[in-house]
């Protein structure tokens, strides 16, 4: 379940919120019926709800991406989007655009390599340099060597790398909210937690001089 209040349909006054519940719930009420078409949760939609002016933000950030005006291969922009999401640990941003590579045609060899792309064979050229592009901005925090610029502009234009950079660091964004407010697929547990010694343990300096050695 995520953090934070969800908001029920009767509650929903805005209309853009409204047309939103209805297109992906029907007349159901979302938080008490949960579920989209889709299989998540829907509660993406419910958190945001709580500021209806953000939700609309958020919503008119999608119909950019999918705007007749964008420039840049969609698949192109779906690797970026995908990597962003598996960078930041995200399982629901990763796993929605997962499925976005496969209505695109993409084969289930690339979509499985996209977890470890650096080492897989089966991207040309201009794949390999965005899926390095997005590192940059999603793993690296934006730090860019020019040598990664000078092969995006082999075959995009400055529009088109300007179109690709804002997308990729837009998922990067839903990809932290996603998992810091633990909504859809990320509304799970921090997997890194502490080992538990075995019983007797004693809690010092286990590298300690003064320690005997265990066999």
């Known amino acids: 379940m995520p953090v934070l209040r969800q908001v029920p349909r009767a509650e ?9 519940y209805n297109r992906l719930f029907g007349d159901r ?23 209806p002016d953000i939700f609309k933000h958020a919503v008119d950030g ?14 192109l922009r779906e690797l970026g989007q995908t990597r962003a999401g598996w960078v930041k640990g ?18 289930e060899e690339k979509i499985a390599g996209i977890a470890y792309w650096q080492v897989a ?7 390999r340099a965005v899926l390095a592009y997005a590192d940059c901005l999603s793993q690296a925090g934006g730090r860019v060597p020019l040598e990664i610029f000078e ?9 088109q790398i300007f179109e690709f950079t804002y997308i990729t660091c837009l998922y990067d ?20 937690v502490e080992v538990a010694a075995p019983e007797g343990f004693s809690a ?5 001089p003064a320690r005997p050695a265990s066999r």
């Open 173 to 192: 964004m839903h990809a932290v909210i996603t998992r810091a407010l633990r909504m859809e697929y990320d509304a799970r547990e921090d997997p890194i």
């Open 29 to 51: 009420d979302p938080v008490a019926e949960p579920g989209t078409a889709t299989g998540t949760p829907g509660d993406w939609w419910t958190v945001f709800a709580l500021a």
């Open 90 to 107: 995200s399982q629901f941003v990763f796993s929605q655009h997962c499925k976005s590579l496969r209505g695109l045609g993409v084969s």
């Open 12 to 20: 929903v006054t805005d209309e853009t919120v409204v047309a939103y």
């Open 204 to 208: 010092a300096d286990f590298l300690s």
């Open 121 to 127: 064979d089966c991207y040309d050229e201009q794949e």
């Open 151 to 159: 092969k995006l502009k082999s075959f995009w234009d400055d529009e």
């Open 62 to 75: 999608f119909a950019v991406y999918r705007h007749p005006a964008r420039k840049i291969d969609p698949v």
